[in-house]
């Protein structure tokens, strides 16, 4: 099986000049999304264009407002204002079991530690349609689809609180697939990988997006974001500092506002080191 057969078998503010910006109906549009969390505002007036077919890297100092974002568009976090439209389709007004059919989510790290088969993991993904691993044949025919997209066909078998972390993020993501969801929101997934295990989801990540999905990411390494990311959103205080390519929004400029650092090459000083 090709990596395009893979991926194909699933049956269920600022911007830069670079390249055009892409229509509101291709893709993920937020439109002047505000939210509040206790009383506090922690997202004002966000617009965020994701394309559809790419990835869209999320990034900011802790607290800037990632999490938040992911949060309003699974309906974990009502808005106080704005829009959310998928390919032109109206967001807020799908019904919560739609809403769990259309976006797979990927979370930062599971509390799932139970010695349950991988296969089984996986399954969850089909309760938003109405099924799960014991259920109809099509079913397990997709949990043994989404976990070859994942390259984990391997895996099926294993007890979930055996594996590596980067075995269970491969998993995770399968688990967001196996509904055949199109559109994908990971909330910092590589933060508890190694660079070896980062690189392989990030380079899977890419595969996903070549292939047509659409994938809204949050990340917290530079090095990261510019591997992977088609198109990257930096956030400050629950707003959005600058979007483009990520060499246009990870420049000094930018950076040092968000982060109070510099940019020297490969490494980086607080701002007052440079004074």
């Not at 797979?104 to 691993?133: D, E, I, K, N």
């Amino acid at each position: 099986m090709t990596d395009s057969d893979k991926l194909t078998t699933n049956p269920l503010s600022e911007t830069t000049a670079e390249a055009e910006a892409p229509s509101t109906n291709d893709g993920l549009c937020l439109e002047g999304i505000s939210a509040r969390r206790n009383n506090k505002l922690v997202l004002t007036n966000v617009g965020i264009q994701a394309p559809g077919g790419a990835i869209t890297a999320l990034i900011g100092p802790n607290g800037a407002g990632k999490s938040s974002i992911i949060s309003t568009i699974l309906g974990l976090l009502p808005i106080t204002s704005g829009r959310l439209r998928l390919h032109g389709a109206d967001v807020l007004t799908m019904e919560r079991l739609r809403r769990a059919q259309t976006f797979g989510y990927v979370p930062q790290r599971t509390r799932l530690f139970a010695p349950m088969p991988v296969s089984q993991v996986v399954a969850m993904g089909c309760y938003a349609h109405g099924g799960s691993w014991f259920g109809p044949n099509s079913h397990r025919a997709a949990v043994r689809d989404a976990l070859a997209m994942v390259d984990a066909e391997h895996l099926a078998q294993r007890p979930f609180n055996e594996l590596s972390a980067g075995e269970s993020q491969r998993v995770l993501v399968a688990r967001a697939l196996v509904g055949g969801a199109r559109t994908l929101l990971l909330d910092e997934p590589t933060s508890s990988l190694d660079i070896g295990h980062s690189l392989i989801l990030l380079k899977l990540l890419k595969r996903l997006a070549h292939s047509g999905h659409t994938i809204l990411i949050a990340l917290h390494h530079f090095d990261q974001v510019e591997y992977v990311a088609d198109h990257t959103v930096l956030l400050h205080n629950g707003i959005v500092l600058c979007e483009g390519t990520a060499n246009h929004v990870l420049s000094n400029t930018h950076i040092t506002t968000a982060f109070g650092v510099v940019r020297h090459g490969s490494t980086f000083r607080l701002t007052e080191e440079t004074t």
